[in-house]
T-cell receptor, first 111, second 113 residues
Framework: NAGVTQTPKFRVLKTGQSMTLLCAQDMNHEYMYWYRQDPGMGLRLIHYSVGEGTTAKGEVPDGYNVSRLKKQNFLLGLESAAPSQTSVYFC??????????FGPGTRLTVL | EDQVTQSPEALRLQEGESSSLNCSYTVSGLRGLFWYRQDPGKGPEFLFTLYSAGEEKEKERLKATLTKKESFLHITAPKPEDSATYLCAVQVYTSGSARQLTFGSGTQLTVLP
């Protein structure tokens, strides 16, 4: 039981490049979330999904897109990366008791 | 707008020196308050959920309490391995079903041997 996994762990992009972050969970959870964490600002919700085939915007969705084609996977895409998107990205899934289980994070730098 | 404020931002303790971390919140209707621990370079790890004022939860040297305006994370006789950033988050009643969490910015705890 791996819990929540994220790939890649680190990535450096140039402004304007695109990339996709992959989140996978093996706990059969319906709800999944993408957050970004910046110094002094806490975790902020980007997008979330309440089930396979559904997605919705969170607090800071601009510049990101998501897809949930399979229940176990939640993808976060950056179509045209900007330096303001330099951050640590966390994926989470929600358990039956309402707690969220987090992945190890992806550290993204946009030059 | 829901707000969560944690204090202090950073706390340094000697091993065995008990203390408390504070999480104050202003929300429309609290569904639950969550505490997480985050080690450097890792994702947050779930510690506790509190649902109603007066509720307490304990785990080893940690005890979380909840009032109508704030929550405290009490650390009794801390050890160096308790060093981490402690995050507080609230979940509120909304018309939607996302059950999102709103996080505070955390308290960075350092326990010196």
């Amino acid at each position: 039981n791996a819990g929540v996994t994220q790939t890649p762990k680190f990535r450096v992009l140039k402004t304007g490049q695109s990339m996709t972050l992959l989140c996978a969970q093996d706990m059969n959870h319906e709800y999944m979330y993408w957050y970004r964490q910046d110094p002094g600002m806490g975790l902020r919700l980007i997008h979330y999904s309440v089930g396979e085939g559904t997605t919705a915007k969170g607090e800071v969705p601009d510049g990101y897109n998501v897809s949930r084609l399979k229940k176990q996977n939640f993808l976060l895409g950056l179509e045209s990366a900007a330096p303001s998107q330099t951050s640590v990205y966390f994926c989470a899934s929600r358990g039956q008791s309402n707690e969220q289980f987090f992945g190890p994070g992806t550290r993204l730098t946009v030059l | 707008e829901d707000q969560v404020t944690q204090s202090p931002e950073a706390l340094r303790l000697q091993e065995g020196e008990s203390s408390s971390l504070n999480c104050s919140y202003t929300v429309s209707g609290l569904r639950g308050l969550f505490w997480y621990r985050q080690d450097p370079g890792k994702g947050p790890e779930f510690l506790f959920t509190l649902y109603s004022a007066g509720e307490e939860k304990e785990k080893e040297r940690l005890k979380a309490t909840l009032t109508k305006k704030e929550s405290f994370l009490h650390i009794t006789a801390p050890k160096p391995e308790d060093s981490a950033t402690y995050l507080c988050a609230v979940q509120v009643y909304t018309s939607g079903s996302a059950r999102q969490l709103t996080f505070g910015s955390g308290t960075q705890l350092t326990v010196l041997p």
